[in-house]
């Protein structure tokens, strides 16, 4: 019996899995090299053109002085994305 369109189906779904891990990778790289905070990706979440970070007040306030810095470079750096905000 033939599979192959099985494979081609799943394959959809492993390659929109590893760009949602590239996006997440892109976004805890840019925040780092702009305010030395490590924030694994397990604690970002985007949608809709807004990026939410999970993590303590005192760090959420070093990303909301860098905002402005951080989306221009993440918009440079992957021009399918608009990111709008981060929250």
């Known amino acids: 019996m033939d599979y192959n369109h099985i494979n081609k189906f799943l394959e959809k779904f492993v390659k929109m899995v590893s760009k949602g891990d590239l996006v997440l990778s892109e976004i805890s ?7 030395n905070l490590k924030i694994e990706k397990e604690n970002i979440n985007f949608k809709g053109g807004y990026i939410k970070i999970n993590t ?9 002085m860098s905002k402005e810095k951080i989306l221009l470079e993440l918009r440079t750096n992957m021009p399918g994305t608009n990111f709008l905000d981060i929250k």
Do not use: C, F, R
Not at 56 to 64: D, I, R
């Open 56 to 64: 303590t007040p005192l760090a959420k306030g070093e990303l909301l």
């Open 29 to 35: 790289s840019v925040i780092y090299k702009h305010t």
